[in-house]
Structure formats: C-alpha cells, structure tokens
C-alpha cells in the first residue's frame, strides 16, 4: 500500500521560501513520476508541477522560475521548492505519487498547509 506523506508547509512572509516534502517510501521501478497541487480556500484544485522518473519537471505559469520540484529515489521522496513566495501561493498542498507506466494509478498524500503572509 503506498500511502505518500506530505509535509514542510508553515506560514512565512512573502518572499520567503520553504520545502515541501512527499514521503512515499519505495518507488516503484516504473512509475511516472509525482504531481503536486494546491488548493485555496474557496477555490478549486489546482496544478503546481509534475515531475517524471527521470527528475524532469514542468510548471504552471504562475510558478515558474519559482518553484522548483525534484526527486530523491534512493530516499523516496518527491520535494518542492518554494522561493520568493507570494501570498497568492497560499493553500493546501497535496502531492499525487503515480505509480505505474500508464500514468492512472494516482496515490494522493494528505494536504500540507502553506501559508504566505504580506
């Protein structure tokens, strides 16, 4: 049973940076990398990045040049880093591990909360 674990989120001043963590465990030797999504209160889900197996990460707009995911196999764990923050980045912070080759067995962390103060 793979059960990721996010954690690292806080309530810093904007400009401030922080590291969010997704414990997964053992990755499996043909996944397809993790995602990570945020919601504000109030608003719907939304996509931050996704990062394949072989560390190579894409962003949302609003993200990028900012935020900055990887991953560590050998600990099995996804990380994002978060740099300049802005209010706007505040919300609920979830990781999705995806564990097979066709990319559809999602396995969804419980939320880290951030929080960006002005």
């Known amino acids: 049973q793979i059960q990721p674990v996010a954690s690292g989120g806080d309530s810093v001043q904007a400009g401030g940076s922080l590291r969010l963590s997704c414990t997964v465990g053992?990755?499996?030797?043909?996944?397809?990398?993790a995602t990570w999504y945020r919601q504000a209160a109030g608003k719907q889900r939304e996509w931050v990045s996704h990062i394949n197996s072989h560390g190579r990460a894409v962003y949302t707009e609003s993200v990028k040049s900012r935020f900055f995911a990887s991953l560590d196999r050998a600990k099995g764990t996804v990380y994002l880093q978060m740099n300049s923050l802005k209010p706007e980045d505040t919300g609920l912070y979830f990781c999705a591990y995806i564990s097979n080759s066709e990319c559809t067995n999602e396995h969804w962390s419980q939320g880290t909360q951030v929080t960006v103060t002005s």
């Open positions: 053992e990755f499996t030797s043909d996944d397809c990398g």
